[in-house]
């Protein structure tokens, strides 16, 4: 059969695993509502946990198919589609295509035309990933057996527990905000060689600064005005005032 | 209850190891079939260099992923993410923010239920946007790579955990202080740590916070 990255056969072999993947989505949806209501949860938080959760998904979710469109440029829909919707992230899936490229004398600008070069490429981006999605059947139920004990054993410390790992995920983020801070401090010459101006640096600085005041004064004027509502959609307002926000620092720090 | 509880949880866990294996079955066949249908082979020396160049550090980013990740996730949840990917800078923030709405605790049956129902949304609202947006691609391509979205889309991180952040940190000031130095510290200081190296550093936070909970635990400062 005559190859190229965008063939329909492709699509329809994708099409057919995304469609699985929603298949997982829609059963354990259908199987916690029904012991949601098995156990008498009240009605009205489980509805907001799903508008809440559609609602923060819809940025984020424009940023993922915005990684598609780029990685279509070398292979084209189908295979950034799969990649992203199974596994992916767009960071891990750019290094493993561009290494892959790379081996093979190519670049992501320019369309792969070969079949062998594509299936190379599919093949590294698929072992990749594999370890994670084999892992996950092996051990959830033995690290889910592990926390369960903990509890057991002291409630205190599993709630303390929790907060820290939380804590350890989100202070990474927060410390990867201030990556480039020294950028401040470097010479002219650098700053012209490397194409960024001395305050860039402080755009994710600011945006981080952005949302989070968003997210208090939200807070703050759900508790003032009793209105629930404001809570539950604050951390997609904050996000989006957030990510608007980097438009003008950019124009003023960039 | 008590019984209830554990067959609920291990229907779940029976369930996803059965959607489990059978995806990782699919997932790989997808390069096999595409062999297959085009009648090709691998090119055998790219696809061992391009496996020397991402395989060894993403593997040991997935156990490591596997262990810090599931316990966050819930049983349902990591059964789900593992699978839809974006963990860290999706999925996870939405289970958390619900969990924090609902007010219920992720060790709890509620807190398992609220995680899946999150995350379960998430991914088939994801799938969907990404499904509508390759049907429009022609007219949604130049929209999304205007310079001005990709000036906002650029600073989703930070926008997301600013969010996020103040509302963990406020209720945790003491625990959250030495993980927030240590990151900071560390990202400033080492150049090589960039945006590329954040899903590295979040098991380094998670540990260290663990370790510091630990001996703050202990002396009763929290």
Redesign the interface.
């Known amino acids: ?1 005559d ?1 190229n990255v965008n063939h329909p ?2 699509f329809v ?2 099409a057919l ?2 469609l ?3 298949g ?6 259908y ?3 029904k ?2 209501k098995a ?1 008498g ?1 009240n009605k009205s ?2 509805k ?3 508008t ?3 609602t ?11 990684g ?2 780029s990685l ?1 440029a070398a292979l084209g ?1 189908p295979l950034p ?2 990649r ?6 767009l ?2 899936e750019t ?2 295509a561009g ?2 490229l790379k ?2 004398g190519l670049t992501t600008g320019n369309q792969v035309t ?11 981006m ?12 092996l ?3 033995k ?2 057996n592990g ?2 004990k903990l ?1 057991n054993r002291d409630k ?27 950028n401040l401090f470097r010479s002219n010459e650098w700053l012209v060689a490397n194409g960024v101006t001395r305050t860039s640096c402080l ?3 600011c ?6 005041i ?3 004064i939200l ?1 703050l004027l759900s508790k003032k005005t009793k209105q629930r509502w404001i ?2 959609y ?2 997609p307002i ?10 003008p620092f ?1 124009m003023w720090l ?1 | 209850m008590e019984k ?1 509880n554990l067959s ?2 291990d ?3 029976r ?3 059965i ?6 079955a ?3 066949l ?2 096999i ?3 297959v ?7 055998w ?3 061992g ?3 020397l ?3 060894p550090m ?2 040991a980013v ?2 490591v ?4 990740y ?3 996730l ?3 949840g ?3 993410s ?9 999925k ?3 289970a ?3 969990m924090e ?2 007010n219920v ?3 709890s ?2 807190g398992e ?2 995680s ?12 969907v ?3 509508i ?2 049907c429009l ?1 022609v007219p ?2 130049p929209i ?2 205007s310079p ?1 979205l ?20 406020s ?2 000031v003491k ?2 202080i030495p ?2 130095i ?3 510290v ?3 200081a080492v ?1 090589a ?7 590295i ?2 098991p ?7 370790i ?2 630990r001996i703050m ?1 202990k002396k009763g400062i ?1």
């Open positions: 059969m190859f056969i492709i072999i994708v695993i995304v699985v993947v929603l997982q989505s829609v059963y354990f949806l199987k916690a509502l012991r949601a156990i949860m938080v489980v907001k946990t799903i809440s959760s559609a923060f998904t819809i940025a984020p979710a424009i940023s993922i198919l915005v598609v469109i279509s829909i589609w799969l992203l919707s199974v596994v992916g992230s960071s891990y290094v493993a290494t892959t081996a093979l070969s079949a062998s070069a594509f299936v190379t490429v599919a093949f590294v698929t072992i990749g990933i594999m370890l994670g999605l084999i892992l996950i059947p051990l959830t139920k690290i889910q926390m369960i509890e205190r410390w599993m709630e303390i527990f929790n907060n820290a790992m939380f804590l350890g995920m989100i202070s990474a983020f927060l410390g990867f905000v201030f990556c480039d801070v020294t755009i994710p600085v945006v981080m600064f952005t949302s989070a968003v997210m208090v807070g809570t539950d604050a951390l904050s996000l989006i005032l957030g990510m608007a926000s980097a438009i950019t960039g | 209830k609920y949880l229907s779940v866990h369930d996803g190891k959607w489990g294996f059978t995806l990782f699919l997932i790989l997808f390069p079939v595409l062999c249908v085009f009648g090709t082979f691998p090119d020396k790219a696809l260099l391009g496996l160049g991402v395989a993403y593997w997935a156990i992923e596997v262990i810090t599931v316990p966050m819930g049983a349902g990591a059964y789900l593992f699978v839809t990917g974006n963990i860290s800078n999706l996870l923030p939405c958390l923010n619900a709405i609902a605790k992720p060790t049956e509620e239920i609220i899946t129902i999150s995350i379960a949304v998430s991914s088939i609202v994801t799938t946007i990404i499904i947006g390759i691609i949604l391509s999304l790579n001005v990709a000036t906002a889309f650029e600073q989703l991180l930070p926008a997301l955990f600013g969010g996020l952040g103040i509302v963990f940190v209720k945790n625990l959250a993980p927030i240590l990151m900071l560390l990202f400033i150049p740590l960039d945006a590329g190296m954040v899903g550093m979040v380094v936070g998670v540990i260290f916070t663990l510091v909970a635990y929290i």
